[in-house]
């Protein structure tokens, strides 16, 4: 089957790094996003992941890891306006996204 | 960067009556787009992926005479519900790809519509 999980919901301290897990199980993978959404908001892109390894953006950074049907997001330096819910969507082999529920990260001062 | 322009971004309507969606991609063009219904605090569900000049595919439990979807050009999507009622009260979103409709890229995000059926 295919099956997306991240946790529900996360913590942090302004100006820290929180690092966000997903894990899937996708048939015939073709890549990992990751979006953010604010409440009442629609999604907007962050990062795509098809190789290996770790892809920096900025203060965003994501990694995947294919054996272990694993990536993560890791943000650094966290600002007030990081609140927000972060989704993982896995594509399967026919490019349709497979959507995780979705993390609501808060960030606390 | 690709735009994706959804209106209206509210609507509320009485129970009994059709509501019309628009979903437009301002900058590329747009050969599949994706529907998806956003209920509070739960995550995106596709509804159905919208085809140009051909019919839409819906998923599974979604009823098709219900949310209307018409693709008539390369930039332009609607989503219809007909005969709306209270429970189809939700956030409506659009998207496309704005690379290969067949290959890895990312999608697109439209406003969003928030339907309010009274």
């Known amino acids: 089957g295919q099956n997306i999980d991240q946790p529900t919901e996360m913590t942090a301290t302004e100006g820290a790094i929180v690092q966000i897990n997903c894990t899937y199980q996708t048939s015939g993978f073709n890549g990992l996003f990751w979006y953010q959404q604010h409440a009442g908001e629609a999604p907007t892109f962050l990062s795509y992941?098809?190789l290996d390894g770790l892809e920096e953006k900025g203060r965003f950074s994501s990694f995947l890891s294919r054996s272990k049907g694993y990536s993560y997001l890791l943000l650094k330096e966290l600002q007030m306006k990081d609140s927000a819910s972060y989704l993982c969507?896995?594509?399967?082999?026919?490019?349709?996204?497979?959507w995780g529920a979705g993390t609501k990260l808060i960030i606390k001062p | 960067g690709a735009v994706v322009s959804q209106h209206p971004s509210w609507v509320i309507c009485k129970s009994g009556t059709s509501v019309k969606i628009e979903c437009r991609s301002l900058?590329?063009?747009?050969?599949?787009m994706f529907w998806y219904r956003q209920f509070p605090k739960q995550s995106l569900m596709l509804m159905a992926t919208?085809?140009?000049?051909?019919?839409?595919?819906?998923e599974q439990g979604v009823e098709k005479d219900k949310f209307l979807i018409n693709h008539a050009s390369l930039t332009l999507s609607t989503l219809t519900v007909t005969s709306a009622h209270p429970e189809d009260s939700s956030f409506y979103i659009c998207s496309a790809p704005a690379g290969s409709a067949t290959g890895p890229s990312p999608l697109h995000f439209g406003n969003g519509t928030r339907l309010t059926v009274t």
């Open positions: 969507a896995s594509m399967d082999s026919n490019y349709q996204l497979i």
């Open positions: 919208s085809n140009e000049g051909s019919k839409a595919t819906y």
């Open positions: 900058d590329f063009q747009a050969t599949t």
């Open positions: 992941n098809v």
